[in-house]
T-cell receptor, first 112, second 116 residues
């Protein structure tokens, strides 16, 4: 089983739609969870951290479900500028405190 | 603003050449990382360093080495480049980790390396 799994997409949605991505992880001891955003031919950038209680930042909501070992990202009122690849990131199995594992990403395309 | 810079955006080398990729960060971060990113495989960790002169192997260290002589600089070395090392190479840095909790990693713009 992969350490971090994501549906690669693409998710094609109309502007204004609500879209949700899930990501599953295999290490039940993981403590750190993030969503990064990567635009085409650019470097990844942190979108938001994911906390146990769930957290919201404007149109973006992240949730963590430890029992089922998945995290989710909800984007409301999608904008054209939201088109990107969204990377799920979890701290890794080998336990070295400095190592994060990146999912392969879910591609989102927001259309007019 | 955190800034991570990489020495080249595009690089073309021949099989067997020694290749140096340089990364510099200006935020006094303790941790630095080298990844490669390939379609369908995502980002894979090659090496990381949590202090000057310290290094740890990541998931795919074979064929690579690293050097961290100064806190702000982390170099990736391909001792003898091969065609399967053609990839996008991304450097990142972060503040020191606290226990199991990680801090945000800041990435450089990447170096697209082609080995012919």
């Amino acid at each position: 089983r992969k350490e971090v799994e994501q549906d690669p997409g693409p998710f094609n949605v109309p502007e204004g739609a609500t879209v949700a991505f899930n990501c599953t992880y295999s290490n039940s001891a993981s403590q750190s969870f993030f969503w990064y955003r990567q635009d085409c031919r650019k470097e990844p950038k942190l979108l938001m951290s994911v906390y146990s209680s769930g957290n919201e930042d404007g149109r973006f909501t992240a949730q963590l479900n430890r029992a089922s070992q998945y995290i989710s990202l909800l984007i409301r009122d999608s904008k054209l500028s939201d088109s990107a690849t969204y990377l799920c990131v979890v701290n890794g199995i080998t336990g070295g405190g400095n190592k994060l594992t990146f999912g392969t990403g879910t591609q989102l395309k927001v259309e007019l | 603003d955190v800034k991570v810079t990489q020495s080249s955006r595009y690089l073309v080398k021949r099989t067997g050449e020694k290749v140096f990729l340089e990364c510099v960060q200006d935020m006094d971060h303790e941790n630095m990382f080298w990844y490669r990113q390939d379609p369908g495989l995502g980002l894979r960790l090659i090496y990381f360093s949590y202090d000057v002169k310290m290094k740890e192997k990541g998931d795919i260290p074979e064929g690579y080495s690293v050097s961290r002589e100064k806190k702000e600089r982390f170099s990736l070395i391909l001792e003898s480049a091969s065609t399967n090392q053609t990839s996008m190479y991304l450097c990142a840095s972060s503040r020191r980790t606290s226990g199991s909790f990680h801090n945000e990693q800041f990435f450089g713009p990447g170096t697209r390396l082609t080995v012919l």
